[in-house]
Nanobody, 121 residues
Framework: QVQLVESGGGVVPTGGALRLSCVAS????????MGWFRRTPENEREFVAG????????KYTKAVRGRFTVSRDNDKSTVFLQMDNLQPADTTVYYCAASPYGTAGGRYEYWGQGTQVTVSS
């Protein structure tokens, strides 16, 4: 089991920035790929960004490429999502997720509770 706790959400103006953090506890952090998802208007979880277990590979959905950056600090069992040039369309709940399969595009099996990001227009 992996427990995930997100933080860093909030309200920012259009064009602003936020940095989300997710601290993991439980099994060995370095064996898990980590990802960020967000809730869609249809109440589904949309993949946003992922980073492989070794940190060498990242993956982004097209809508955030060039604006968001995913990174990890294995010493602190933490994954980050730096979000720049935020737009109102980015407003939603963001979830941290962990995948035991090691690759950024794999199946994610553990989820945090989510953190709200609101971008004001």
């Amino acid at each position: 089991q992996v427990q995930l706790v997100e933080s860093g959400g909030g309200v920012v103006p259009t064009g602003g920035a936020l940095r989300l953090s997710c601290v993991a506890s439980g099994r060995t952090f370095t064996t898990y790929a980590m990802g960020w998802f967000r809730r869609t208007p249809e109440n589904e979880r949309e993949f946003v960004a992922g980073i492989s277990a070794d940190g060498r590979s990242t993956k982004y959905t097209k809508a955030v490429r060039g604006r968001f950056t995913v990174s990890r600090d294995n010493d602190k069992s933490t994954v980050f999502l730096q979000m720049d040039n935020l737009q109102p369309a980015d407003t939603t709940v963001y979830y941290c997720a962990a995948s035991p399969y090691g690759t950024a595009g794999g199946r994610y099996e553990y989820w945090g509770q989510g953190t709200q990001v609101t971008v004001s227009s």
